[in-house]
């Protein structure tokens, strides 16, 4: 099966500093998301960005498909922030990477 | 936020007993999932459903059973419940299949079995 990897598996961050998470995957997909999982366990779609950037507030990602990774950027991060972030792609069925582990420090 | 429920949200309950998790969505999806989350594995699918009274297994369904009667409810079983399936279980919905399909996640079933 396809293999989804991301790094770094942790971050941690002084508030207001921004950061770079990613994700690689062995094959072509079509489908990427990001999703955020918050300290009380619920996991939030961010982006669903099979190719190029999408923003969203201080949030954004870009997928380069053809080279099998995509980017999250936080900018000016807040303690909201802290949590689990998530890649997961579809070949055949939705695949998740381990994970990276952040936290925000006031 | 997509509209989805899970009931009940926390459960414990004893090894050898029936257990019982309902997924509840109102945005009329085809497609639902199960899915286990455990510390170092994230999250593995173990039955999904294509539509009522279709379902088909994940890559961790043993020991799971899951039913299809309505659109809007996916019901997964645990027949005799094990220390092993202490985890936490969350509900996805889609409206496509595949790679197209972008999913959507209910707020989990935190489970432990004692």
């Known amino acids: 099966g396809i293999q989804v990897e991301q790094s770094p598996p942790d971050l941690i961050l002084q508030e207001g500093a921004n950061s770079t998470l990613r994700c690689n995957f062995s094959d072509s997909v079509n489908n990427l998301q990001w999703f955020h999982q918050n300290p009380w366990g619920q996991l939030i779609n961010l982006f669903y960005i099979p190719s190029g950037t999408k923003q969203n507030g201080r949030l954004s990602a870009t997928t380069v498909a053809t080279e099998r990774y995509s980017l999250l950027y936080i900018s000016s991060s807040q303690t909201t922030d802290s949590g689990v972030y998530f890649c997961a792609v579809t070949w055949g069925k939705l695949q998740f990477g381990a994970g990276t582990q952040v936290v925000v420090t006031p | ?114």
């Not at chain 2, 509209?3 to 007993?17: A, L, Y």
């Not at chain 2, 945005?27 to 279709?54: A, F």
């Open chain 2, 1 to 114: 936020d997509a509209g989805i429920t899970q009931s009940p949200r926390h459960k414990v309950t004893e090894t050898g007993t029936p257990v019982t998790l309902r997924c509840h969505q109102t945005e009329n999806h085809r497609y639902m999932y199960w899915y286990r989350q455990d510390p170092g594995h994230g999250l593995r699918l173990i039955h999904y459903s294509y539509g009522v009274k279709d379902t088909d297994k994940g890559e961790v369904s043993d020991g799971y059973s899951v039913s299809r009667s309505k659109t809007e409810d996916f019901l997964l079983t645990l027949e005799s419940a094990t220390s092993s399936q202490t985890s936490v279980y969350f509900c996805a919905i889609s409206d496509s299949w595949g790679q197209s399909a972008e999913q959507y996640f209910g707020p989990g079933t935190r489970l432990t079995v004692t």
